[in-house]
């Protein structure tokens, strides 16, 4: 099975249905689930369905830029962070773009304030052929500080 995209350890993507033109990725195979750093989270009901409004800190280090975004609710479910602890989330789906590639992915949204990057890319939002190069950084395009041209 040929690639679709190759990926480095650290991606640019945008989400484009949440707002979010480009947001840094950590780009994780030991982690299943896809998250994104999400604050002020408010469950509501629209049309007798459930829905999340949340902000998000789209760069690293800067608190100053704050998106707004709502979303349907697909679920809750309970996560295991990298230091142990079970959390239970909300999960939407939405658009994810990696460079030329588009597809919808389920992503939970926590609390990733502390963390370095505001958004990982868990394994199964990269199925079914992403191929990663772990000693390699924004194969897609743009640099550390910048990201590419267009989303």
């Not at 309970?78 to 992915?105: A, F």
């Not at 926590?110 to 191929?131: E, H, V, Y």
């Amino acid at each position: 099975m040929e690639a679709e995209g190759v990926l480095g350890w650290r991606e640019w993507v945008s989400l484009p249905e949440l707002g979010i033109g480009w947001i840094k990725a950590k780009i994780d195979t030991g982690a299943r689930t896809s998250a994104l750093h999400a604050f002020e989270l408010e469950l509501f009901q629209r049309e007798g369905k459930d829905w999340v409004r949340f902000s998000v800190h789209p760069r690293q280090g800067e608190n100053d830029q704050v998106i707004q975004c709502e979303s349907p609710v697909l679920e809750r479910r309970d996560v295991t962070d990298s230091g142990g602890h079970l959390e239970n989330r909300p999960v939407i789906e939405t658009e994810l773009v990696l460079g030329s590639m588009s597809k919808k992915i389920e992503l939970t949204l926590t609390d990733r304030d502390s963390m370095r990057f505001k958004m990982l890319l868990g394994r199964t939002a990269m199925r079914p052929n992403i191929l990663v190069y772990p000693s390699q950084s924004f194969k897609l395009g743009g640099s550390a500080s910048q990201p590419p041209e267009t989303p």
